[in-house]
């Protein structure tokens, strides 16, 4: 229903910040509870963030929680991943994901978007 193009990838040294953006086209956005996913080379996808479709609820696991923040702008139809203290093992590309409730989303999402390559140097 709705496409997400990422965008924001880059390079970074670690203790740095990035941000990441989704933008969403398609569907109807704020009827989408939306997520950021990263993945290495050999291992799991793994869900790093969450938020419902009203942004009064999200997630985060233990690995990113107090440096990872995600919000979105329904009036832009876009969702970000506000990324601090950055570390080399949070390499990895970044998917953003759409999905119509917090479980949904964070399992089995509709959408996904193309990735977007984030390096952080030691």
Do not use: H
């Not at 740095?16 to 799991?44: D, H, I």
């Not at 991943?81 to 390499?91: A, I, R, V």
């Not at 917090?102 to 990735?115: D, E, K, L, Y």
């Amino acid at each position: 229903q709705v496409q997400l193009v990422e965008s924001g990838g880059g390079l970074v040294q670690a203790g740095g910040s990035l941000r990441l953006s989704c933008a969403a086209s398609g569907g109807t956005f704020s009827n989408y509870a939306m997520a950021w996913f990263r993945q290495v080379p050999g291992k799991e996808r793994e869900v790093v963030a969450a938020i419902s479709w009203s942004g009064s609820g999200t997630y985060y696991p233990g690995s990113v929680k107090g440096r990872f923040t995600i919000s979105r702008d329904n009036a832009k139809n876009t969702v970000y991943l506000q990324m601090n203290s950055l570390k080399p093992e949070d390499t990895a590309v970044y998917y953003c994901a759409a999905g119509p409730n917090m479980f949904v989303v964070r399992t089995t999402p509709a959408s996904w978007g193309q990735g977007t390559q984030v390096t952080v140097s030691s």
